[in-house]
Structures are given as structure tokens and as C-alpha cells.
């Protein structure tokens, strides 16, 4: 089987054309680096992807905090993802890094604030 | 009057590196001026990832981006005033200002760095016929209501454009619950990087139509409908390929603006091809002492690009401040065939520098070669060259002499 | 019930320059106007130009008013704290059948007592505005321009602070006339109104609103009319009005037009429409208009578009001949109580208050009017930031720190703006209303940076949710509702 891949793993976004049987790559051309070679494996075994969005905040100088997924999780779970995002609310302060789902569904990922909010000053 | 030896106008990407840079070069009289409330600048809503992968080697968000610009400015006492606003800079570098707690302020700067970002493109810039409802949004006002103030803008949504922005917003709409439609590109070939084709719109199974536009919007209220139509290669709709596409939101991505009104009132001088100012190796403009660097000079894509850039202009602006000059720039840099823009236009012919440019149209197979007087200086071959992807080249000062101007040429 | 001495349908440039007239007396004037603020129709879709009153068949009550009211627009303007320059303008010609063209009109603006036009070389052109195109003009001293939103907004406000009461969102969908000669008027969904007087200023629906109050038999045909603004960095160019010598027909063909901002428009072309609220563009009508204003100003290029707008003029009509006549302004003895003005087009912004005081005449006849000893015909704008000196800028923000916070870069305007603006004595809450009133995103550009904060600050400062903010008329809404739900600020 021939498919051309289209890398997603950096700015580059390499034009792969790929070979492959079932989930095995035979060959690979157009890659600038071995990630695209990686990365056409993982796309044809289990597709992953990360996801960014925001959760509610309440009593912050902002309404949102920007959140991400620490690690990609399979491409077909994105919205059960999103609907365990949308249920969540914290409490000002928040920072970058903490942890607001851990091991989301079990998927092996963490959603993390991406953007500091302050308490808002009474 | 207050002094300062280095003033930079914009405390986003830009701005943040450079003013980190001239510390770092023993510049410590620096104050930093930004508009909005915290610094930052456009990253503050760019929350996807991204951001970094050269020079953190992680993606990060964009507000994890520029907090570790923002927390090093910090530690290093970089003073920058928010919610403060330049009205203008003069020739002689006096920077005009005002914000709510300092008043009306007249600034007197030994260097001026402009760090000011972009704009988008507007619906009145392309003159798209119709009504004027509600519902319609440039990409990047509508990443601003739903990332920062919690406002969803709509539920059917049709994209026109496919710059970066508009690419992002397709994805975070649908994410959060809206119908992206489709994304129409007047040209036959995407405006923003694979990636985000492929990571925006095919994930989602977003239908991207090239060689189509709006051509009517319609809806006296709330937008009810756009027209939409295949274009000939002079971007004419072709009679015939009219479709009506009911929607409630229109999100425009077509195109940024190096915001240079301040520039302009400083008498510095436009490159038609950038619409930034023409600028030599070290990032300055035609005023002595007054620098550019970032999305300002040119527009990037990537965030990464816009540091380096910035850290390269702080560099020189450093020097600048430390010798009272810098070496002139007599060498022009011209943009051959199929080249979009060229940055630097100017060099010395002394100096090691980076040439940032963008060819005109996607191309396949071909070299990118830079000569001067006929001489080949460095000749890059690409499997395929798209107008979306910056291209950096370095030039080694040996190679070059001091009697002809440069040229960058894709053959 | 509300119930008012008059009530004015249409709050318009006409209709509130008779309700800001009617308040010098002692009645109570309501306004009833159909639209989310007073100039989103004719009144604010125009060139905003003060006429001279040369075009107007000589004795007609257009070249009567049109002379009037630019005769004394210096005075009204300081009275109503209204930006206006007095520009001149040029009405350039090509050729000798222009030159004759131009003569005729020379002599008609004399019998109209149009002061001081003079035929001109392309040598004194040139010494006036080299960007306007042409080998020879009319040179008319007297035309001028004005901020049509702000006019209009300006005699509303007047009215309002010497009593008037404006009704926006307020459709009049039926008139009866009760036994003691009252007249009780119906709305769409803002209830029933009673007054003594009705008067008909309802411009593109005057036809309408007269028949419904009793006086059939007159047509409007709306004239389209499409524009470009074109960005400051061409207004640099464009230093009086440019237009191009009469068609045969006596009408003018695209012309150029700085505004009092510094912009320039380009328009409108005119053609006749069968639904005058339909403001859509065409891109027909942009490429006529980009040709033939390129013929009229040199700079009128495709990087300086921020903007195209239509509006469309309501022109009565003969309905047999179609011909178009003089604007009507009538009070009928077996039609009592009613004053009625059909027909009020271009130059209307002009007339305004001339039209007015033919009004206030015209209800004088039937009843004595006692002045009204409170009435001030001085109203203060929102005190603007941009084109003070450096010495007014420093003193407003120690005044007021708000001036100190920049909302709309493009155009310069403050927070303390805004705010002023949202707190509007007309009660106009929408985005648009914001704009016309600071001119807040109507830059180059249109709202990019500003926009997200002007809608914040509505919300703010008039407790507004996120789903109740509108664009403009109707259910303009902005936004469909929250990211996140739960508790909102």
C-alpha cells in the first residue's frame, strides 16, 4: 500500500510518501529527519494527538485557563477528552504546570494549565 | 522629559527577547511599553501547541511561550510598563506615550527598538460584497473572545482564508462545539504550513476548497448565508459555481500587516514587498538608532523565528549603544524571480547575516541561489519551496566583497 | 399610555432636527424611530456633505433650505459642538459641453443666491487640490463637510436635553384617529402612543407612513448609492471635494470626498432599488466605482480600501411620469393634526433645520406656541482625545484617567470615550452605536484590536450577558454564548 503522509511533528511538516503492509512501513521518502519515519509507524498503528482548549476559572483576574494535553492521546478519543475538559472548574490561583485531570479517562495523559491566572483582588 | 538609553515598543515575542538580549549585553537601562495589560502580545491567546520546538525542543502553548520570557524579564528587572500606549516616535527618537497611571509621557530614547507585531487583514481591505450583519470575525478577534473572554462567537461557521490563524480556529471551534463548514482559499494553494492542514482540518474532516472565495455575505441582522464560488486564476468567481452556504459566522484569515503606523511617523520608509520597514544586517531602519525585528519587519511563522530575530536586533542595538554607530550597509539585497520578500535589504559586506525570505508560489525541485555581481554565494536546493515557510540562509562575510549588490533568486 | 403633544415618526436627521425645534416651545415631543439608533439609515449613509444649494431648480424648497442651512452651519456646528469644515469644492470638467454645463450651473447658484463660484483654470486647481482630476471647474467656497453621525446625533441629544423623549425599536405599525381628534399610533411590540400631532418624517417609509396617516397618493423611489472609504493614508490627498461636471440629466457621477476625519469616500454610484433597507454591495457597482473614481482622484487604489457602504435616498416620485420632485412638506386642513414631509433626500442633512422651522410654522398656523423659557440650543459632544495638543492631552488624563487608556488604536480613542459614549443620553447600547459616536473601529483597522474591548466594556458598564450584546438593528447579536458555562463575572 503507497500513502503520502503529511508529518505533523514539527514546523517542517514533511511530505512523506510512505510504503507500507498493514502497520508495517516498508519504505519512506521525504523525510528530513528519522521522527517522520516514527511518525508514519504511529499514524498507521494508533494515531495520536494532542489537544489544547481552556477550563473555567472562578474568583481570577481572567475566565478561562488555557489547558493541554501533556502527552498525545489516541485521535478517536479527542472529544470524550474534550467533554472530561469541559466539566472541570478551578479556583484562582492557577500556574502553569499544574495538573487539572490526571490520567485523563486512562489514556495515559495529564491536562495541564498552560497559562498562570491570579486571584482577583476583591 | 524622561531619558532611557533603549525604549522597545511591544512587550510581546519580540520585545520580550530583544530587551532579555540587551541585558544580557550589559544594556541595563531598558524599559519595555505594551499597550495591553500584561505582556505577551498575540501569544496570550494562541493557547495550541506549538510554540518552541527550536529552541526549547518541547511544544509548548503560547502563554507558556512567552511566561518563560515573561519570568526571565523579570528576574532581570526589565522594566515594562503596561497598559501603555505610544501614540508616536520621532526621528529624533522621542517616544510619545500615555497610560492611565503614568500620565501623558514624553520619552527620550538613545535607542528605539519597534517590536509592534501585527494586524489582520480585513473584510473592508478585500471588499467583499454583500450586507454588513453580525457574525462576521477576523481569525484572530475570534480566538481573542473564545480564548480569553470565555465568548463563543457561533455555531455554523464557514472560513474564508487559509492563513495559520484561520487553519487553528477551524480546529478550537470545533473542539468547543461549533460546525466549521469549509475553509475557502482564493489561491490554488494553502496559505498556512502543511501541519496545520493536516492537524486542523484533515483530523476533523474540514473540507478545504482552493481556488474558491466569498463573493457575497448575506443576512441584514445576524449573518445568514455566504456565497461562495471556484475562481479562475485571476481570482475572477467563475459564473456557474455560485453555492449558497447558510452559516451564522464568518471567519476571515487572510492575511497580516506589519503594524506600522508608528513607523511610518518616525519618516522611516516601507518595503512594498514586506510592509515592514527596509531594514540592514543588524535590524535597523534608515534612522540611525531606531531598530525592527519580529512580526513588525516582516510577518513569520513561527514564534521561534521572531526570538531569534529579535535576540539578532538586540545584538546590534546593544553595539549600537556601546559605539555610537554601526558599521554602514551600502549593499543592496535585491529579490529575484519568484522571491516574495528578502530581509535584510541592506548589508555591509563585512558581516556574517541571515537572509529571511519567501518565494512568490509554491514550487517543486528548485534552488534557491544568492550571488552578488554574478557570483554564486550559496546555493540551497529544495524539494519544495511554499510561501508559507519562512526560509533562513546564512551568509559567511568572506564570501563576500564590497562592489556589487546581492541578489536571491529561485531557479 | 405614553401620550405626548407630538410625536415624530422617524428620528432621523429630520426628524430630530423637529424634535430639537419643537423643544424651543412648550410641548412634549416623543420620537418614534424604528431603528437601534438615530443615523443607520439615510441620515448616516450619505457623503456627509453641507451643500451649497447650486444643483436645485431655482425657488424650490431644496434650493430654499439647501442655501439656508449651509448659510448658517458655522453657528449650528459650534452650537451642537459638531465637527464641520467649510472646504469649498471643486465640480471639475473635461470638455466644452462640461464648460457649458458648469456655466448654467454658475448661473443657477447666483439665482438660488449661492455666494461666490467662479469658473476656474487648472492652474488655480492646482493651487487648491492637485490630486483632483480635470482641465477646469467650478470653484464653490460655500460647500462644506460634516460627521453625519454626529450631527444627527447631535440634534437628538439637543432635543433630548430640552425634553423630548426618543422611542428607539419602536416600528409604527397603525394609526386611528379617536373622537376628540386624537391620534392614537400602534407599534410593533412597543405598545400604543397617543398624541395631538403626528408628524411624517419616516424618509425611505414616508410614502407609507402618509398614507397610513390619511394622505395617500405619493411614491418613494429609493436611489441606491454605493461607496468606499478609503483609509487616512489617502485623505492626505484629498483636500475639498471633487466632483465631476453634471450628467444632462443634472445628477453627479461618482465623486471624491474627504471627511472631516480625514478619510475619503468615494461614491456613490445611484440607481434605483425597489427595497431601500437593502444595503447590501454589489461588486459591480465596487468596480464601476474604483474606474470612475480613479477619474475623479488619482490615489483611489485598492491598498487604501477600509470600508464600502450603501445607502439609498428616498426620492418622491410622480407616480405616473416617474419624474423626480421637490421635497413635500404639507399640513392639511382635512387631514388634522397632521404634518407631513415625503420625500426628504439629498440635500437633506443640509436642510435639516431649515425643514424644521418650515415645520414649526407649519403647526404654528393651527395653534399659538409659548416658548419654552428652559430650552438651550447648546449641546457638548464627547470631549475626543486625538488631534488635542500635547499640553490637552496631559491635562484630560490627569483630569481623567481614562483618556490615559488608548481603546481604539487606529483612531486614537480612550476608554473615558467609550465609556461616555455607552452612557449615551439616547439609551443606544450597541456596538455600532459606540462607533459612530467615537469613532472607535472605524479605522483602518475596522475593529481588529478595539472590538473585544468595546463589547467588554458594554457589558460592563450596562450589566449586560454575553448573548444580549448586538452589533447594530434588529437581532444584530454578536455571540451565541459561552466557552464555558457555569457562573459568569
Known amino acids: ?122 | 522629559m524622561i531619558k532611557r538609553q533603549a525604549v522597545i515598543v511591544g512587550g510581546g515575542p519580540a520585545g520580550l527577547a530583544a530587551a532579555l538580549r540587551m541585558k544580557e549585553n550589559g544594556i541595563d537601562d531598558i524599559l519595555i511599553l505594551e499597550r495591553e495589560h500584561l505582556p505577551g502580545g498575540i501569544l496570550r491567546q494562541c493557547i495550541h501547541d506549538g510554540f518552541g520546538l527550536t529552541r526549547f525542543e518541547e511544544s509548548l502553548s503560547g502563554p507558556e511561550y512567552a511566561q518563560r520570557f515573561i519570568d526571565r524579564a523579570n528576574e532581570a528587572g526589565i522594566e515594562c510598563w503596561t497598559d501603555c500606549t505610544v501614540l508616536d516616535v520621532s526621528k529624533d527618537k522621542v517616544v510619545t506615550a500615555v497610560s492611565k497611571v503614568h500620565g501623558f509621557l514624553q520619552i527620550s530614547a538613545q535607542a528605539v527598538l519597534l517590536t509592534m507585531g501585527c494586524r489582520e487583514r480585513t473584510r473592508g481591505a478585500l471588499a467583499t460584497p454583500g450586507t454588513r450583519p453580525s457574525g462576521v470575525y477576523t481569525a484572530g478577534v475570534a480566538q481573542a473572545y473564545i480564548n480569553l473572554q470565555n465568548i463563543m462567537v457561533g455555531k455554523e461557521v464557514v472560513i474564508l482564508g487559509s492563513g495559520d490563524i484561520g487553519l487553528i480556529m477551524a480546529r478550537r471551534l470545533t473542539l468547543e462545539g461549533a460546525h466549521v463548514k469549509g475553509v475557502y482559499e482564493v489561491q490554488p494553494y494553502p496559505n498556512g504550513l502543511p501541519r496545520n492542514i493536516e492537524q486542523c482540518l484533515n483530523d476533523y474532516h474540514i473540507p478545504l476548497h482552493l481556488s474558491h472565495t466569498v463573493i457575497e455575505i448575506r443576512g441584514r441582522e445576524r449573518l445568514s448565508s455566504v456565497v461562495v464560488a471556484a475562481c479562475d486564476e485571476h481570482f475572477r468567481p467563475i459564473p456557474g459555481t455560485e453555492e449558497e452556504i447558510p452559516c451564522d459566522t464568518l471567519i476571515l484569515s487572510v492575511g497580516l500587516i506589519p503594524e506600522n503606523e508608528l513607523t511610518l511617523g518616525a519618516g522611516i520608509e516601507l518595503d512594498p514587498r514586506t510592509r515592514g520597514a527596509f531594514v540592514d544586517e543588524n535590524c535597523q531602519t534608515a534612522v540611525p538608532g531606531i531598530f525592527a525585528a519580529g512580526n513588525v519587519l516582516h510577518v513569520h511563522d513561527l514564534v521561534d523565528f521572531v526570538s531569534l530575530e529579535a535576540e539578532a536586533l538586540a545584538d546590534s542595538a546593544a553595539r549600537y549603544l556601546k559605539e555610537g554607530g554601526l558599521t554602514p550597509c551600502p549593499l543592496t539585497v535585491v529579490a529575484g524571480s519568484d522571491v516574495g520578500h528578502v530581509i535584510p535589504q541592506k548589508v555591509s559586506g563585512t558581516k556574517d547575516f541571515t537572509l529571511w525570505l519567501r518565494v512568490r508560489r509554491p514550487l517543486n525541485g528548485v534552488s534557491v541561489v544568492v550571488r552578488q555581481g554574478g557570483r554564486e554565494l550559496l546555493r540551497k536546493k529544495m524539494r519544495k519551496a511554499l510561501p508559507a515557510e519562512m526560509i533562513q540562509l546564512s551568509i559567511k562575510a568572506q564570501k563576500l566583497t564590497q562592489d556589487a549588490d546581492v541578489e536571491v533568486s529561485v531557479e | ?489
Open chain 1, 1 to 122: 500500500m503507497k500513502r503520502t503522509f503529511t508529518c505533523i511533528v514539527c514546523p517542517n511538516g514533511c511530505e512523506i510518501d510512505a510504503e507500507y503492509e498493514g502497520t508495517n512501513v516498508l519504505s519512506v521518502t521525504g523525510n528530513l529527519c528519522p521522527k517522520g519515519k516514527a511518525y508514519v509507524t504511529q499514524e498507521l498503528i494508533d494515531p495520536r494527538r494532542t489537544i489544547a482548549s481552556s477550563v473555567r476559572v472562578l474568583g481570577g483576574t481572567m475566565p478561562l485557563a488555557s489547558v493541554r494535553l501533556n502527552r498525545p492521546v489516541p485521535k478517536d478519543r479527542i472529544f470524550d477528552v474534550m467533554a472530561e475538559i469541559r466539566r472541570k472548574t478551578m479556583k484562582a490561583p492557577v500556574r502553569i504546570g499544574d495538573v487539572v485531570i490526571d490520567n485523563v479517562l486512562g489514556l495515559g495523559s495529564d491536562v495541564v494549565i498552560t497559562k498562570n491566572v491570579e486571584k482577583e483582588r476583591a
Open chain 3, 1 to 489: 399610555m405614553p401620550s405626548y403633544d407630538v410625536i415624530i415618526i422617524g428620528g432621523g436627521v429630520i426628524g430630530s432636527a423637529i424634535a430639537r425645534e419643537l423643544t424651543r416651545y412648550r410641548l412634549s415631543v416623543g420620537v418614534l424611530e424604528k431603528e437601534s439608533d438615530v443615523c443607520t439609515q439615510t441620515s448616516g449613509r450619505n457623503t456627509g456633505m453641507l451643500h451649497a444649494g447650486f444643483l436645485y431648480k431655482t425657488g424650490s424648497l431644496k434650493a430654499q433650505c439647501a442655501v439656508e442651512g449651509n448659510l448658517e452651519f458655522d453657528a449650528v456646528a459650534k452650537e451642537l459642538d459638531v465637527p464641520f469644515k467649510r472646504t469649498g469644492k471643486l465640480i471639475v470638467g473635461f470638455t466644452e459641453e462640461h464648460r457649458e454645463r458648469l456655466l448654467t450651473m454658475i448661473e443657477r447658484g447666483k439665482a438660488n443666491g449661492v455666494p461666490g463660484m467662479e469658473l476656474i483654470d487648472r492652474k488655480r486647481m492646482d493651487e487648491i487640490d492637485p490630486s483632483a482630476g480635470g482641465n477646469f471647474a467650478i470653484y464653490c467656497p460655500t460647500s462644506g463637510i460634516l460627521d453625519p453621525f454626529l450631527y444627527t446625533i447631535a440634534l437628538a441629544e439637543n432635543a433630548v436635553q430640552n425634553g423630548a423623549a426618543y422611542h428607539l425599536y419602536t416600528k409604527v405599525t397603525g394609526h386611528e384617529v379617536l373622537a376628540d381628534g386624537t391620534h392614537l399610533l400602534h407599534t410593533d411590540g412597543k405598545g400604543d402612543f397617543t398624541c395631538r400631532w403626528v408628524i411624517n418624517s419616516a424618509g425611505l417609509h414616508s410614502a407609507e407612513i402618509s398614507e397610513m396617516l390619511g394622505i395617500p397618493g405619493y411614491k418613494i423611489q429609493p436611489v441606491k448609492g454605493e461607496y468606499f472609504v478609503l483609509d487616512k493614508k489617502a485623505g492626505v490627498y484629498a483636500k475639498i471635494p471633487v466632483y465631476p461636471a453634471p450628467t444632462p440629466k443634472n445628477t453627479f457621477d461618482t465623486h471624491a470626498t474627504p471627511t472631516v476625519d480625514g478619510n475619503v469616500l468615494v461614491g456613490p454610484n445611484s440607481f434605483n432599488v425597489d427595497d431601500g433597507e437593502d444595503y447590501s454591495v454589489r461588486q459591480v457597482g465596487m468596480d464601476g466605482l474604483q474606474e470612475s473614481g480613479a477619474r475623479m482622484f488619482k490615489h483611489m487604489k485598492r491598498d487604501y480600501y477600509i470600508r464600502t457602504f450603501a445607502g439609498a435616498r428616498p426620492k418622491r416620485v410622480d407616480p405616473e411620469t416617474g419624474e423626480i420632485q421637490d421635497f413635500l412638506i404639507e399640513r392639511r386642513d382635512e387631514v388634522p393634526g397632521v404634518i407631513n414631509l415625503v420625500g426628504i433626500e439629498s440635500p437633506g442633512l443640509t436642510s435639516a433645520l431649515p425643514i424644521a422651522r418650515r415645520v414649526v410654522k407649519l403647526l404654528e398656523e393651527k395653534e399659538s406656541l409659548t416658548p419654552n423659557p428652559s430650552f438651550n440650543p447648546v449641546r457638548r459632544g464627547i470631549r475626543r482625545f486625538h488631534g488635542l495638543s500635547a499640553e490637552e492631552q496631559a491635562e484630560l488624563i490627569r483630569e481623567n484617567p481614562d483618556y490615559g487608556e488608548i481603546v481604539c488604536r487606529c483612531e486614537t480613542v480612550t476608554r473615558a470615550e467609550i465609556i461616555a459614549a455607552i452612557h449615551n443620553p439616547l439609551g443606544v447600547c450597541t456596538v455600532n452605536g459606540i462607533k459612530v459616536r467615537t469613532r472607535a473601529s472605524m479605522g483602518r483597522c475596522q475593529g481588529g484590536y478595539c472590538e473585544t474591548r468595546i463589547t467588554a466594556l458594554i457589558r460592563e458598564e450596562l450589566g449586560k450577558a454575553v448573548p444580549d450584546v448586538r452589533l447594530g438593528s434588529g437581532d444584530s447579536y454578536m455571540f451565541t454564548g459561552y466557552v464555558r458555562e457555569g457562573e459568569q463575572a
